[in-house]
C-alpha cells in the first residue's frame, strides 16, 4: 500500500498507530482492500519521493470499512454517487508494526523482481493497493532485515 510520505508517510503511522487507509479512488484497488483480511500484513510503500521505495510494515486489524471520507461533501474524495445503504468504497483499518532500518528502493526491487512477481516494479504501474505474492513478501521481509541501519 503506497502513500506519499508528505501526505500521509511511516513516521504518521508510527505516530498515529491505527488509522484507515482512505481516499482510495481506483475501482481495482478498491477491489484489492476488499480482499484484505484481519491479520494480513502489507508492505508501507513511500511513493512520489526520491527514491520511492518499501518503508515499513502494518497489518490490517479490521476489513471491510466503509471508507466515511466518500460522505465528506466537502472532502476531496467524496462520492455524490455513494450512499450510506449502498457505499461505492471500502477500506481496511491499519495498525503500525515497524519502520524499516533502511528503505527498499524501487530500483532493487526492480532488480530482484519481474513485474509478474510484483506489480509495484510494472513500468505505468499507478495502483495505490495490490496484491504481493507470500514467497515475494518473504523475499522482501528477508531483504529489510538485511539492510544496514540508516544513521
Given amino acids: 500500500m503506497k502513500s506519499e510520505p508528505d501526505v500521509f508517510g511511516i513516521a504518521d503511522l508510527e505516530r498515529d498507530r ?14 484489492f482492500l476488499k480482499s484484505m483480511e484481519v491479520g494480513d500484513l502489507a508492505f508501507f510503500y513511500h511513493s512520489n519521493t526520491s527514491p520511492p521505495g518499501i518503508v515499513g510494515l502494518m497489518q490490517i486489524i479490521e476489513a ?17 454517487k455513494s450512499t450510506i445503504i449502498a457505499p461505492r468504497w471500502h477500506t481496511v483499518k491499519i495498525e503500525f508494526v515497524r519502520t524499516f532500518n533502511s528503505q527498499i ?5 526492480r532488480d530482484r523482481f519481474t513485474s509478474e512477481e510484483l506489480l509495484a516494479v510494472k513500468q505505468g504501474n499507478r495502483l495505490s493497493v495490490m496484491p504481493i505474492l507470500d ?14 541501519p540508516i544513521n
Fill in 18 to 31: 491505527v488509522t484507515i487507509w482512505d481516499g482510495v479512488r481506483n475501482y481495482q484497488a478498491r477491489n
Fill in 105 to 109: 528502493a524501487l530500483a532493487t526491487l
Fill in 135 to 148: 514467497r515475494v513478501a518473504e523475499q522482501i521481509l528477508q531483504m529489510a532485515e538485511n539492510l544496514t
Fill in 64 to 80: 471491510q470499512v466503509v471508507d466515511p471520507s466518500q460522505f465528506d461533501l466537502d472532502g476531496e474524495y467524496y462520492d455524490p
